[in-house]
């Protein structure tokens, strides 16, 4: 069954709906310390898709009996402005933005070293003003470098972005169609340093050679975001 | 294995940069080996020193260490002391003891009459537990109360940069605006004189905030202050 508003064909003549070729991103534009009141902050746009991080902290830890002695703890929260998409979207937690709050939180955790913070826990508050799918991904990119210029210490930085599959065809950086009428979207987070994974979720159904072809391109593509999250930073801290 | 330096003094670099190979180097602060190579933990500047290569934070929260001079607000008073806002993480307290040399029957007297709930203190951190309890001391000079003044905050990690190298830039700062400056690890400063001249110094201070990791910041600052000296003078003169 078709439905309403689905374009007939997500790839016509070998090119994606937007123009796109199958493992080209969407442009990613990233700029550091765009909040003066938080200690660390991003904001980032890959396509249409816009969002602002802000990292505060480390500091006390509320409630405090989830406070850890040995070792510090990351808390995230995703929001969604209730105008990010097309109709408008009910503001507050919901299902979906728990889940990626904790997602995030986990992708972000291993490169923190947590336990020079004992005792104190790091905010990263995450809001989406423009969604146009992807928004996990962007959210996690802003994150990390929020988290940078919080002078948060790390071991490396967190890349992220999605692969998929629509018309049969393995794709990279879904926009809105292909998430919604494509056949499978895979979420990863990649630390390009040591080139661990420390995310990665599936939606729909992809064979393991397919999963292993997108690795691939989400690897080559993370380098690329690795470079531009570099830039941001230097940028701010640049010599005018 | 090739002995190898990827970065010259005063790069900028972010977490996960890779800094040099070889076992022939060292890593200082903030900075971690991986097998054969140094990485960098936090955005900062590389700061090389022999073999050994370490970062300067430009951002970040302060962390509390012994023998740290601070600035702090009373926040609440106890049974037989004051809990203190260091600006930091953990809770910091001044115990009746460590306030004054003077025998206090806390049985008999009302704390709040000498250090009240919003008061500024300048104190010294004397100890730093293991599970990050914070205990300051104001007996001996010049730590005591702060009245008057005006007190501003910064990052802490440009602090070095407000002292200088010896003191010459706090010790430039006093001498040209004729105010009493005192600067607390944690990032506080506490100035007091001319209101004028407060501002003036004020003034200054953000300017080093906002360009401490530049080069020859002591003779703009110089140059600024000469110039705001200047200007009032003339002003001054030509309404007598």
Redo the contacts between chains.
Sequence with gaps: MVKKGQPEKLIVKGKRLDGRGFDQMRDVSIKAGVIPEA??SAELSLGETKVIAAVY????VIPKHLAN?EKGIIKCVYTMASFATPDRNRPGPSRRSVEISKVMAEALTP?V?LEK????SIDVFVEVTNANAGTRTAAINAASVAL??????????VTSIAGGKADGQLILDLFNPEDNYGEADLPIAY???TGEVSLLQMDGELTPAEIEKLLKMIKKACEELYKK??NA??ER???K | MVEKLLVENKNIVVPGEVLAEGMNFLPGKRAFREKEKICASILGLVNINGRVISVIPLSGAYMPNKDDVVIGQIEDVGFSGWHVNIFCPYPADLNVAEATRKYLDTNKTELTRFLDIGEYIFAKVIKVSSSKFVILTMKDRPYRKLKEGTIIKICSTKIPRLIGKKGSMVNMLKQSSGCEILIGQNGLVWISGDPEKEQMVVRAISKIEEEAHREGLTDRIKTMLGGENGKKRTARETNS
């Excluded at chain 1, 913070?117 to 104190?120: F, I, V, W």
């Design positions: 200690e660390g902290g480390p500091r006390e002695p490169v070293n913070y004992p005792k104190t940078a210029d919080a002078g948060i210490e790390m071991n490396d930085l630390l390009p340093r999250q570099k930073l230097r801290y640049k010599l």
